[in-house]
């Protein structure tokens, strides 16, 4: 099997997925960034609670990491090996770096917050190989970012190039 067979593979999965009433990957875009945030939320409750001294902030990290939880079981549904956490520090490590992207850009750094939002997105793109299951495509070859042009010849795809072109949260 080539690479542009598994691709095809990997679209009618997807495409099957979007069809199925049970699954909106828009939905699950907002999702998964609700879930970065709730995740910033609870790295914020801790360090106010350690900053202020007041434990309170603790029962809000607990509340909201109750929350998260429910959310992010939304979208990874069966465990293998450790792919919930794996999932969840994708979704963290995605918000952290996208941060630091865009305070590089607020003192003007506009080449470094490019890189930076790059990597959140590669970041990011990781976690949806994840959460569709794309990592085991051992005849999937992972090389590289291409253009549109050459996407449509499907030879070499990252993981980058399965996400733009399949979650889309614009397609409603």
């Not at 939880?69 to 293998?80: A, C, T, V, Y």
């Not at 959460?131 to 051992?138: E, G, M, Y």
């Amino acid at each position: 099997m080539n690479s542009k067979q598994s691709f095809d593979e990997i679209l009618k999965k997807v495409e099957k997925l979007k069809a199925g009433k049970d699954f909106d990957l828009s939905q699950e875009e907002d999702l998964s960034l609700a879930v970065m945030n709730l995740i910033s939320l609870e790295e914020h409750f801790f360090m106010t609670s350690q900053k202020t001294g007041k434990p309170d902030y603790l029962d809000l990290l607990a509340k909201t990491r109750e929350i998260r939880k429910q959310l992010l079981g939304r979208m990874i549904d069966s465990h293998e090996g450790e792919t919930w956490c794996i999932s969840k520090h994708l979704l963290a490590a995605t918000m952290r770096i996208m941060e630091v992207a865009t305070k590089l850009q607020t003192d003007g750094k506009k080449q470094e917050a490019e890189k930076m939002f790059h990597t959140s997105y590669e970041v990011y793109s990781l976690f949806w190989a994840v959460r569709l299951k794309l990592l085991d495509l051992s005849n999937v070859k992972i090389n590289g970012k291409m253009s549109n042009d050459q996407m449509s010849n499907k030879q070499d795809w990252s993981y980058e190039d399965i996400v733009t072109k399949l979650v889309d949260c614009c397609k409603e």
